[in-house]
C-alpha cells in the first residue's frame, strides 16, 4: 500500500470513527452536501427549504424510534442522502418513503405511492395503482387473447376480510398489464421484514394496508419499463431490491431449516423479465401488436391468475353457466 493510500484509509477510518460518535441530529446534517448535489437544478434558497423540511422529518422519526438511531452511521447518513436522490419526502402525511432498519444499517425505501410517483414522473407509464380484495367484493379475471380485470368493491358493506389483491397499469401504448397476488404470498412477504421481525415497531404497523398494497406494486414493478427514470433514482431502487431479495433468502433458509420448502420467489408471476422488456420496447416502438416477439407471444407464468383462473372454473361447473365470481375466502 502506498504512502498516499495508507493516508487516505487512515482518514477514512477517523472521520468513521468521528461519525460514530456524533449525535443523530450531526449525522443527519451529514447528508446536507449530498442533498444539496441531487437537487442542483433548483435555487439554493429552494433547496434550503427542502432540506430543513426533510431533516425535521428524519429527527421526528429518529425521536419516535431509538431502535433507528442505532444503526451503522454511515448507512444514516446515506439513507438521508437517498431521500433527496429519489426526490420523494419522509413526509408522514404523504407516506412517499420510510427508514427501515435491516441487519444493523438504515435504508431509504419508498412506500407504494412513492413507486407510484416515481413510475408516473418518468412518462412512460400513464397510471398505475395496487388495489386489495376483500371476500365480500365482486372480483372477476379473464384470461385468453384479452385479458380482463374488474374488480368491484362493496364499499358501503362489510367488506370481509382481505384475500389478496392486484396491480394494474397504463401504459403509452395503450396496454394495460396486471397481476394478482393472493393474501397467503403477501403474508409470505411480511414474515421476511427484518423491521417486523424485530418488533421494534414498521410501516407494516402504522401502515398495514399500504404496505400490502407496496408489496403487490413491487411485484409489478418489475415488469413495467423503466425508461425515464433516472440514474440515481433506479440506484436507490436497485439497493432496495437487494434488501428484499436478501429477507428473501433469510426466509427461505429458515423455511428450508424447518423443513418447509413450499415457497415462491420473487419473480413476477404475472409476466416473465423477457415479456417485461418485450413490453419496453412496445412502448418505444408502438405500431406492433403489444407483447409479441418473432410473432409470438410468450407464454406466461402467473401462479395468482392461474388460481383465480381455478376458482372461476370450479365455480363455474358447481353453479350457473356464467364467467362471473365473487373471491371467496380460501
Given at each position: 500500500m502506498t504512502q498516499n493510500s495508507s493516508t487516505a484509509v487512515q482518514k477514512a477510518g477517523s472521520q468513521s470513527k468521528t461519525l460514530a460518535t456524533m449525535t443523530i441530529k450531526e449525522k443527519v446534517n451529514q447528508a446536507r452536501n449530498r442533498f444539496f448535489a441531487a437537487y442542483q437544478s433548483l435555487?439554493?434558497?429552494?433547496?434550503?427549504?427542502?432540506?430543513?423540511?426533510?431533516?425535521g422529518y428524519a429527527l421526528q422519526?429518529?425521536?419516535?424510534?431509538?431502535?433507528?438511531?442505532?444503526?451503522?452511521?454511515v448507512s444514516i447518513v446515506t439513507s438521508v442522502a437517498n431521500v433527496a436522490l429519489t426526490q420523494l419526502t419522509l413526509n408522514p402525511e404523504l407516506r412517499l418513503g420510510y427508514l427501515i432498519p435491516r441487519k444493523g444499517k438504515l435504508y431509504f425505501q419508498s412506500s407504494y405511492m412513492g413507486k407510484r410517483?416515481?413510475?408516473?414522473?418518468?412518462?412512460?407509464?400513464?397510471?398505475?395503482?395496487?388495489?386489495?380484495?376483500?371476500?365480500?367484493?365482486?372480483?372477476?379475471?379473464?384470461e385468453g387473447t384479452e385479458r380482463k380485470l374488474i374488480h368491484r368493491p362493496e364499499y358501503f358493506k362489510n367488506r370481509g376480510e382481505?384475500?389478496?389483491?392486484?396491480?394494474?397499469?397504463?401504459?403509452?401504448?395503450?396496454?394495460?398489464p396486471?397481476?394478482?397476488?393472493?393474501?397467503?404470498?403477501?403474508?409470505?412477504?411480511?414474515?421476511?421484514?427484518?423491521?417486523?421481525?424485530?418488533?421494534?415497531?414498521?410501516?407494516?404497523?402504522?401502515?398495514?394496508?399500504?404496505?400490502?398494497?407496496?408489496?403487490?406494486?413491487?411485484?409489478?414493478?418489475?415488469?413495467?419499463?423503466k425508461t425515464g427514470i433516472s440514474d440515481d433514482i433506479l440506484k436507490v431502487l436497485a439497493v432496495e431490491a437487494e434488501v428484499e431479495q436478501d429477507e428473501f433468502q433469510d426466509w427461505k433458509k429458515a423455511n428450508e431449516?424447518?423443513?418447509?420448502?413450499?415457497?415462491?420467489?420473487?419473480?413476477?408471476?404475472?409476466?416473465?423479465?423477457?415479456?417485461?422488456?418485450?413490453?419496453?420496447?412496445?412502448?418505444?416502438?408502438?405500431?406492433?401488436?403489444?407483447?409479441?416477439?418473432?410473432?409470438?407471444?410468450?407464454?406466461?407464468?402467473?401462479?395468482?391468475d392461474r388460481e383465480i383462473q381455478t376458482m372461476q372454473q370450479e365455480q363455474a361447473e358447481s353453479s350457473r353457466p356464467s364467467m362471473e365470481m365473487k373471491v371467496e375466502k380460501p
Amino acid at each position: 500500500m502506498t504512502q498516499n493510500s495508507s493516508t487516505a484509509v487512515q482518514k477514512a477510518g477517523s472521520q468513521s470513527k468521528t461519525l460514530a460518535t456524533m449525535t443523530i441530529k450531526e449525522k443527519v446534517n451529514q447528508a446536507r452536501n449530498r442533498f444539496f448535489a441531487a437537487y442542483q437544478s433548483l435555487p439554493d434558497n429552494k433547496v434550503e427549504e427542502i432540506w430543513a423540511r426533510e431533516t425535521g422529518y428524519a429527527l421526528q422519526i429518529f425521536s419516535n424510534n431509538d431502535y433507528l438511531t442505532k444503526m451503522d452511521p454511515v448507512s444514516i447518513v446515506t439513507s438521508v442522502a437517498n431521500v433527496a436522490l429519489t426526490q420523494l419526502t419522509l413526509n408522514p402525511e404523504l407516506r412517499l418513503g420510510y427508514l427501515i432498519p435491516r441487519k444493523g444499517k438504515l435504508y431509504f425505501q419508498s412506500s407504494y405511492m412513492g413507486k407510484r410517483e416515481i413510475l408516473l414522473r418518468a412518462g412512460m407509464v400513464l397510471d398505475v395503482y395496487a388495489n386489495l380484495v376483500h371476500e365480500h367484493d365482486y372480483f372477476y379475471v379473464e384470461e385468453g387473447t384479452e385479458r380482463k380485470l374488474i374488480h368491484r368493491p362493496e364499499y358501503f358493506k362489510n367488506r370481509g376480510e382481505i384475500v389478496g389483491g392486484y396491480w394494474q397499469a397504463v401504459l403509452q401504448n395503450g396496454e394495460k398489464p396486471f397481476g394478482v397476488m393472493p393474501i397467503a404470498r403477501i403474508n409470505e412477504i411480511k414474515a421476511r421484514s427484518e423491521a417486523v421481525k424485530s418488533g421494534k415497531g414498521s410501516p407494516w404497523d402504522t401502515d398495514p394496508q399500504e404496505m400490502m398494497k407496496k408489496t403487490i406494486l413491487n411485484w409489478g414493478f418489475k415488469s413495467l419499463p423503466k425508461t425515464g427514470i433516472s440514474d440515481d433514482i433506479l440506484k436507490v431502487l436497485a439497493v432496495e431490491a437487494e434488501v428484499e431479495q436478501d429477507e428473501f433468502q433469510d426466509w427461505k433458509k429458515a423455511n428450508e431449516e424447518n423443513g418447509h420448502e413450499d415457497f415462491l420467489d420473487d419473480r413476477p408471476d404475472d409476466l416473465t423479465f423477457a415479456e417485461a422488456q418485450v413490453i419496453e420496447d412496445d412502448v418505444k416502438s408502438p405500431g406492433k401488436e403489444p407483447g409479441k416477439k418473432n410473432g409470438k407471444k410468450p407464454e406466461t407464468t402467473d401462479v395468482g391468475d392461474r388460481e383465480i383462473q381455478t376458482m372461476q372454473q370450479e365455480q363455474a361447473e358447481s353453479s350457473r353457466p356464467s364467467m362471473e365470481m365473487k373471491v371467496e375466502k380460501p
